[in-house]
């Protein structure tokens, strides 16, 4: 069965810190990987995917991730974070049936 | 650019009686689905819907609920008869390709279902 292992419940960061979340998975195959994140009150915005090819991706709002297969791991960086990025962000594995890790609350510090 | 829009944004509903969910779509998407968040646990998936009719649906899609796209533009879940357990947040997704190649998902906002 898929799973996905977001081990970091809460981060604290200051602004202009560098920033890693983590995320491992377990999937049978070779896994489609995508990191979404969810604003309060908002839905959840796709920042960026993994399904082939160079394994370090990057997406929207300077965020990138890197998969690495030999971890099982997708970790997500950004190398200064902004007040903006303050969200909860969801690593998740699947293709047609998304299963999501149980997210990384982020805080950022002026 | 294109979104997904849901409708109500929160609904409030007894215990017992039926709500429906609604969902608009991106227009040129072709794959469909629901998923739900109850408050402070994962986003879990429901149910998956393609080419009219239920492709994949976890074991958490019951005979409690029911999706239908009865037009060219919207796509419901219905829950026919509410449980407290049932208050979560409801999202709706939808991807542009059917298969194997981009499973990428767009979600919208959600609806906020509160069964008293």
């Known amino acids: 069965a898929q799973s996905v292992t977001q081990p970091d419940i809460h981060i604290t960061v200051s602004e202009g810190a560098s920033l890693e979340l983590r995320c491992n998975y377990s999937?049978?195959?070779?896994?489609?990987l995508f990191w979404y994140v969810q604003s309060p009150g908002q839905g959840l915005q796709l920042l960026l995917k993994y399904f082939s090819g160079d394994t370090l991706v990057q997406g929207i709002k300077g965020f990138e991730a890197e998969f690495k297969r030999s971890q099982s791991s997708f970790n997500l960086r950004k190398p200064s974070v902004h007040w903006s990025d303050a969200a909860e962000y969801f690593c998740?594995?699947?293709?047609?049936?998304?299963?999501f890790g149980t997210g990384t609350r982020l805080t950022i510090i002026p | 650019e294109p979104e997904v829009t849901q409708t109500p944004s929160h609904q409030v509903t007894q215990m017992g009686q039926e709500v429906i969910l609604r969902c608009v779509p991106i227009?040129?998407?072709?794959?469909f689905y629901w998923y739900r968040q109850i408050l402070g646990q994962k986003v879990e998936f429901l149910v998956s819907f393609y080419n009219n009719e239920i492709s994949e649906k976890s074991e958490i899609f019951d005979d409690q609920f029911s999706v239908e796209r009865p037009d060219g533009s919207n796509f419901t879940l219905k829950i026919r008869s509410t449980k407290l357990e049932d208050s979560a947040m409801y999202f709706c997704?939808?991807?542009?390709?059917?298969?194997?190649?981009?499973?990428?998902?767009?979600f919208g906002p959600g609806t906020r279902l509160t069964v008293t």
């Open positions: 999937y049978g195959a070779t896994p489609y």
């Open positions: 998740a594995v699947g293709n047609e049936k998304l299963t």
């Open positions: 997704a939808s991807s542009p390709i059917p298969t194997s190649v981009s499973y990428e998902q767009y």
């Open positions: 227009s040129n998407h072709l794959y």
